[in-house]
């Protein structure tokens, strides 16, 4: 008997090892098809890291509006003139376009260059005070200069960035154009037509100083938005030798914008690494 029972032991026992074995693979199988059939972890490189993309390469587009001062000097020159009613002159604020880029140096440092179209403008006005007189005399010049800001800035932040900045801009004229309009005593407009655009008169280029602060938003992985005034401060006579008054102009102009960032395709792409285990499911 006890011969008889060793040799069915000896029989089954194969038997029950391969099941225990095929009931491990199964759970197994099982454990990975759910696994897989659950969701993928998202691609890492779709993601916005503050720490990671503070240094992409980013273009920024833009406008602002211009509150200007001036300040007024007779020419000391042979065509001097006193300045006059000239003192009388109010500022005309304007509107005013940048692009260009800025980036981080490091991680307190950035620095700005672009292309700025900046406006400025002054008028004059005069009206008779005197009885039966309506006579009327005014006019609004307009001064549109291409200049190239130069700004390195302290920066401090990753998604959200403050900035405090120093530079210089240098900067050519486009164009000056003066609208003057004069009523007589009988009250008829007899003003001349609109001055066409020139650079006669003006100073070939010139240069000012920049002092700027701001902030800087980053709300996704390409994309920030920017509140940045900058105040410039006229360093050059924008008048040429020949003119009767020297002039430098001066703004506050509030710059605000959008920020676009490229980041770099070879820090942020990962490489998917397939799992040799995980069976491809047919596809009806």
């Not at 992409?56 to 300045?83: C, Q």
């Not at 260059?113 to 004059?124: H, N």
């Not at 003003?191 to 002092?211: M, Q, R, V, W, Y």
């Not at 020297?246 to 959008?258: D, M, V």
Request: proline share 4%.
């Amino acid at each position: 008997m006890k011969q008889l029972a060793v040799l069915t032991l000896l029989i089954f026992s194969p038997f029950v090892n391969q099941a225990q074995i095929s009931t491990g693979k199964v759970g197994d199988t099982k454990k990975k098809t759910e696994t897989g059939s659950g969701k993928e972890a998202k691609d890492p490189s779709t993601k916005y890291d503050p720490e990671k993309n503070m240094f992409d390469f980013t273009v920024f587009l833009g406008a602002g509006y211009s509150i200007g001062s001036h300040r007024l000097a007779e020419n000391g020159d042979l065509f001097g003139r006193e300045i006059g009613e000239r003192a009388n002159e109010k500022m005309v604020n304007r509107w005013t376009y940048q692009a260009g880029v800025r980036n981080r140096i490091n991680r307190f440092l950035s620095f700005e260059a672009g292309l700025s179209i900046d406006r400025y403008g002054e008028s004059y006005e005069y009206k008779s005070t005197t009885l039966n007189n309506d006579s009327a005399y005014s006019y609004e010049r307009s001064y549109n200069m291409l200049a190239l800001p130069i700004q390195l800035y302290f920066t401090y932040g990753k998604r959200v960035q403050v900035l405090a900045g120093v530079g210089i801009q240098p900067y050519i004229p486009l164009g000056m154009r003066t609208e003057t309009t004069i009523i007589d005593s009988l009250g008829r407009n007899i003003s001349p037509e609109k001055d066409a655009k020139t650079i006669e008169g003006l100073n070939s280029a010139g240069i000012s100083l920049l002092f700027s602060a701001g902030v800087q938003y980053r709300f996704s992985k390409y994309f920030s938005a920017y509140v940045i005034p900058a105040y410039s401060l006229g360093l050059t006579n924008i008048y040429s030798k020949q003119e009767p008054h020297k002039e430098w102009l001066n703004a506050l102009n509030i710059r605000f914008g959008l920020a676009i960032h490229f980041p770099d395709p070879t820090k942020t792409r990962t490489k998917k690494v397939k799992d040799p285990n995980r069976k491809k499911a047919f596809q009806w």
